[in-house]
């Protein structure tokens, strides 16, 4: 491949986003003209297209699923999967369905012709329900997580009973913050040391160590929030020797504190600070940076 | 969340038409893809249509996944995004502010999880976008996650668009000589 830098940026500002529809355009056109040029958009959307592992998943409602079954055809062989009460009730006169062979077939093997329809039918269906109650299970883990850890976090009718309110998962009233926030916790010189993520709705934050970066023995490394907004510094307690810290600990400050805050590691004394005061220079330090806006 | 080679079997059973292979493709993806669309449209009609598009293509042209080239969800978030990208840039008329409902079902629900799985390739791009000046590693992700356009980064940062262009254009360039591409 043998492109000039004009197209190089092309192809990239594609996969970044930021083209207008007229270039688009144009680079869809060139795709189709050249493959070579193609395999540099695609590689650039591999490429930049790590960066959806921090965008956060929502489950979209259930009935685009019946939509998209519609739209490939798939939708004429099936009821619509209800809740599991449906998994005793069999509609007597639902077509065959033509079904690949699968889950039901090894069973279908060894019982009559005559069953095969109603146990293919059966292990659709059970796969039907087994999607669906993944996905109640993973909002039920939500909500409980939230409601263990703390339970103010959660909006007056998810506290008391959560079985009955889980399709209600929403997110906690729009706050001054609640998207998601990065910052690269950099030193002198070079790439970030450790990258600071925060939930901007649970105000939750994880620490990742990014490379090589480890304490001397016998020290830790201690995050810190400053903030003009506060008299001193305030530790978020010590980074520990795993790869990931996570902690709640932001909640108990501001959104707009928690938002326009410096993030600064020091080198204290293993175990942390002795006093709540830093005892070294920041050695690495970063913003947040707001990937995903708030709610407005 | 499946793991990759999960996905890329069940992409191939796509190809050769296995319904089953794709309700479980789009269990296993839709809340994520979802995730990345409603993020640029927020507007839950315009993500639902984009999603529905996606997966249609998804299902028709499964074959056509390269996992020499991309990761099955990269692939299949790439064909969303783009997807979304095109709507809001043909429809530049759509104002995002004049829907106040559209965020609603945005909840980012916590899923701490999700960034213990950060793999190499998300490090590494995340050690180069941190070399970038402070303001152009917003620059680059603003317009990732969001998927705004160079007017709206040039309002954002209050810089003109020809400025924004050269900003987009020495970042990514950045990028691509650290990544050591």
Redo the contacts between chains.
């Keep these: 491949m043998d492109y000039s830098?004009d197209h190089?940026?092309l192809a990239?500002?594609y996969?970044?986003?930021?083209?207008?529809?007229d270039e688009?355009a144009q680079v869809e056109t060139m795709m189709s003209v050249d493959k070579d040029f193609t395999?540099m958009v695609?590689?650039w959307?591999?490429?930049?297209?790590?960066?959806?592992?921090?965008?956060?998943?929502?489950?979209?409602?259930p009935e685009?699923?019946e939509?998209?079954k519609t739209?490939?055809g798939?939708a004429d062989q099936q009821a619509p999967l209800v809740l599991p009460e449906a998994l005793t009730a069999m509609p007597p006169d639902v077509p065959p369905p033509e079904?690949?062979p699968?889950?039901g077939e090894q069973a279908a093997a060894v019982v009559d012709t005559g069953n095969v329809v109603r146990l293919q039918h059966q292990a659709?269906r059970w796969?039907?329900v087994a999607?669906a109650m993944?996905?109640i299970a993973a909002a039920l883990v939500?909500v409980i997580?939230?409601q263990v850890a703390q339970p103010d976090w959660l909006p007056e009718r998810l506290r008391p009973k959560p079985r009955t309110q889980i399709v209600e998962?929403?997110?906690p009233p729009?706050a001054a913050l609640?998207?998601?926030f990065?910052a690269?916790l950099?030193g002198q010189p070079?790439?970030?040391a450790f990258?600071l993520?925060v939930?901007?709705?649970?105000k939750?934050f994880?620490v990742?160590r990014?490379?090589a970066t480890s304490a001397d023995p016998g020290k830790s490394f201690e995050l810190w929030l400053i903030s003009d907004k506060l008299p001193k510094p305030r530790s978020l307690g010590v980074i520990g020797s795993d790869?990931?810290t996570?902690r709640p600990v932001l909640s108990g400050f501001d959104a707009d504190v928690v938002n326009g805050a410096t993030y600064a590691v020091t080198v204290e004394q293993a175990g942390g600070s002795p006093d709540g005061n830093p005892h070294s220079a920041p050695v690495f330090s970063?913003?947040l940076?707001?990937?995903?806006?708030p709610?407005? | 969340m499946l793991t990759p080679a999960e996905l890329v079997w069940l992409i191939a059973a796509v190809a050769k038409g296995d319904e089953a292979a794709f309700e479980r493709l789009y269990a296993a993806t839709r809340a994520k893809l979802y995730g990345v669309v409603l993020r640029i449209l927020r507007r839950q009609d315009l993500a639902e249509e984009v999603i529905q598009e996606t997966y249609v293509k998804i299902w028709n042209s499964a074959g056509q996944f390269n996992p020499g080239l991309s990761s099955p969800i990269t692939w299949m978030a790439s064909i969303a995004r783009n997807r979304a990208i095109d709507l809001v840039r043909k429809r530049s008329e759509l104002s995002i502010e004049e829907e106040p409902s559209a965020m609603e079902v945005a909840a980012d629900s916590p899923d701490p999880l999700a960034r213990r799985e950060m793999t190499e390739e998300l490090k590494r791009l995340l050690e180069c976008v941190g070399r970038l000046e402070p303001d152009r590693q917003k620059l680059v992700l603003l317009a990732y996650y969001n998927g705004w356009s160079r007017e709206q980064l040039a309002t954002k940062f209050d810089a003109p668009l020809n400025t924004v262009k050269t900003w987009l254009r020495r970042s990514l360039m950045e990028i691509r000589e650290c990544l050591g591409l």
């Excluded at chain 1, 930049?48 to 929502?58: A, E, K, T």
Aim: glycine share 12%.
């Design positions: 830098e190089i940026a990239a500002e996969a970044l986003g930021t083209l207008d529809a688009r395999t695609r590689a959307e591999y490429r930049l297209g790590s960066l959806n592992q921090m965008v956060g998943s929502v489950e979209p409602r685009l699923w939509r998209i739209a490939t798939m079904l690949p699968r889950l659709r796969r039907g999607s993944a996905a939500a997580g939230i998962v929403k997110p729009a609640s998207g998601q990065v690269l950099q070079g790439g970030p990258i993520t939930d901007g709705a649970t939750n994880t990742r990014v490379g790869e990931f996570a970063g913003k940076i707001e990937t995903v806006p709610a407005r």
